[in-house]
């Protein structure tokens, strides 16, 4: 059975709506699937209604930026409850202090001659500030994009070499994830219930055993193995360690948008296709 266990829509950084998300992957053939926003809630409802007319069953998700210790890692979490007003809480909280950084970059590439309606960007997102969304809402300013193109010494640069250029650098200022501690998730966890996934560890180089086991005791229930982020040798180990926790394994596209141009690729699922039969213990959370 084809599943996704990672999707991303307008109410973080995707591109599609919660109802456009859930026709792209029915004409996929996808028969389970989750949102997983970050940092938000914000589109499950509307996730969950448009699958269930769809033949979907819609699984409640949310990826996190969470940390223990001092070490950062992004986790997935799935079937909980997403009324409770504890976790809206932890989510605001983490909401405010995203949205206090990103004004702080904005201000910082005004002062240094760019042009930008701080207010008006961080009004159109209020539940989670997207850096690919800010990046899109400063190059359509006709001198910004001059401007950039011309220090760049490219007519096309990518988001990647944007974000490291203006919104990863000491002149401008960093735009930071806004990191929750795993000791917090993990409590709440205990009360509102669900799993706690480990997401594309190859991705950032998670792959380390004390890591996980600190991560097992404090809570953590699986790990994501099936990601496009993951290479063919890394999908072996993190499937061969995630047995020996006796993790569940899960998998995700992490499919965000269409890339548009004409590329033959237009996003993962172009190449990259879940199979719930290659994932162990997934049945308990699909």
Same mark, same amino acid.
């Given at each position: 059975m084809l599943i996704d266990l990672q999707l991303h829509s307008l109410y973080s950084d995707g591109y599609l709506t919660p109802t456009e998300l859930a026709e792209f992957i029915a004409a996929k053939?996808?028969?389970?699937?989750?949102?997983?926003?970050? *940092?938000?809630?914000?589109?499950? $409802?509307?996730?969950? &209604?448009?699958? /269930?007319? =769809?033949?979907?069953?819609? @699984?409640?998700?949310?990826?996190?930026?969470?940390?223990?210790?001092?070490?950062?890692?992004?986790?997935?979490?799935?079937?909980?409850?997403?009324?409770?007003?504890?976790?809206?809480?932890?989510?605001?909280?983490?909401?405010?202090?995203?949205?206090?950084?990103?004004?702080?970059?904005?201000?910082?590439?005004?002062?240094?001659?760019?042009s930008l309606d701080v207010n008006r960007i961080l009004d159109k997102y209020t539940h989670y500030v997207p850096i690919n969304h800010v990046v899109d809402d400063f190059m359509a300013v006709p001198s910004n994009l001059k401007r950039v193109t011309e220090e760049?010494?490219?007519?096309?640069?990518?988001? *990647?070499?944007?974000?490291?250029? $203006?919104?990863?650098? &000491?002149?401008? /200022?960093? =735009?930071?994830?806004?990191? @929750?501690?795993?000791?917090?998730?993990?409590?709440?966890?205990?009360?509102?219930?669900?799993?706690?996934?480990?997401?594309?560890?190859a991705k950032y180089n998670y792959i380390n055993i004390k890591f996980w086991d600190k991560l097992k005791k404090a809570g953590l229930d699986g790990v994501e193995v099936l990601s496009p982020h993951h290479s063919y040798g890394a999908v072996m180990y993190i499937q061969s360690l995630s047995k020996e926790f006796g993790f569940i394994d899960t998998g995700g596209s992490d499919f965000h948008r269409f890339e548009g141009d004409d590329y033959p690729i237009q996003g993962s699922w172009d190449y990259f296709k879940i199979d719930s039969n290659a994932l162990r213990r997934v049945t308990e959370i699909i």
């Open positions: 053939g996808v028969k389970a699937a989750a949102i997983t926003d970050h *940092n938000t809630v914000g589109g499950v $409802y509307e996730f969950r &209604k448009a699958c /269930g007319k =769809l033949g979907i069953k819609a @699984i409640t998700g949310l990826e996190l930026y969470a940390k223990l210790n001092n070490t950062r890692f992004n986790l997935l979490w799935y079937n909980f409850d997403e009324t409770a007003p504890a976790l809206h809480n932890l989510l605001r909280d983490s909401q405010i202090r995203r949205r206090g950084q990103a004004r702080k970059m904005l201000k910082s590439l005004v002062d240094n001659g760019f760049m010494k490219t007519y096309n640069p990518r988001e *990647n070499e944007i974000i490291k250029h $203006y919104f990863n650098n &000491k002149k401008f /200022g960093t =735009l930071r994830d806004s990191y @929750i501690n795993f000791e917090r998730i993990a409590k709440l966890r205990s009360l509102i219930g669900g799993q706690l996934i480990l997401c594309h560890p």
